[in-house]
């Protein structure tokens, strides 16, 4: 018994240990953990708890799925991997995000964050929703859930979602005024070289754009 602890909780602790219907509780639980494959550091906490925790406080950014799976598969300071199934399931997962990956990029798709995070649940989808003993506290299809005692973080998680895309809006909005910027200059340098070259070059364009205007008006 701990120091601080009262001894009527303990004796409370003690006895219902000893109930049958506890034991025998307890042996089914220690059965099902027997069967699980890839098992998980994650302890009691659940995957959206774990997320929670792993968001960056500054940005308010979330780990990627495939972060978060690396933390409940793989502990550094001890043994590496949990087992070799954990290591083959990452190394598939890997490779099945690379194929969605390249794909896209094929198709000359810009892969935002969200994207990547999606193309990423898609990876643990398909390979650890093959098979339910491997689920390792992956839903299928689904991956980090929120359980009803994980209900606390829910505005907290989904103002930092909110947050998060409006910074990935932003900065979109970034790039594509940094690329008219560019465009603009591109298009500036070659009317300046355009008009040293050819004097008339100038005076060319705007009677070009004159009698445009002039047949759009007789058109109308």
């Known amino acids: 018994m701990k120091p601080h602890c009262r001894e009527e909780s303990w004796n409370h602790m003690c006895d219902y240990w000893e109930l049958e219907k506890t034991r025998k509780y307890s042996d089914q639980m220690e059965a099902n953990r027997g069967k699980q494959v890839n098992i998980s550091r994650g302890g009691s906490r659940s995957i959206a708890n774990h997320t929670f925790q792993m968001t960056n406080p500054e940005t308010q950014i979330p780990p990627s799925p495939l972060e978060v799976y690396h933390k409940l598969h793989y502990n550094g300071a001890k043994q590496g991997w949990l087992n070799d199934e954990s290591r083959v399931e990452y190394e598939n ?84 005024l940094e690329a008219k910027q560019k465009r603009e200059e591109k298009y500036e340098k070659m009317f300046e070289f355009m008009s040293a070259k050819f004097p008339d070059f100038e005076s060319t364009i705007a009677i070009e754009a004159s009698d445009e205007d002039d047949d759009n008006d007789n058109t109308i």
């Open 93 to 176: 997962i890997i490779q099945h995000k690379q194929m969605a990956v390249d794909k896209l990029n094929s198709e000359g798709t810009t892969i935002t964050i969200a994207m990547e995070h999606g193309l990423e649940k898609q990876a643990i989808k398909a390979v650890c929703g093959k098979k339910k003993t491997i689920q390792s506290a992956w839903e299928i299809g689904v991956g980090p859930v929120l359980r009803k005692k994980d209900s606390w973080m829910k505005s907290v998680a989904e103002s930092s979602l909110r947050e998060s895309s409006e910074k990935e809006e932003l900065r979109n909005k970034v790039i594509e």
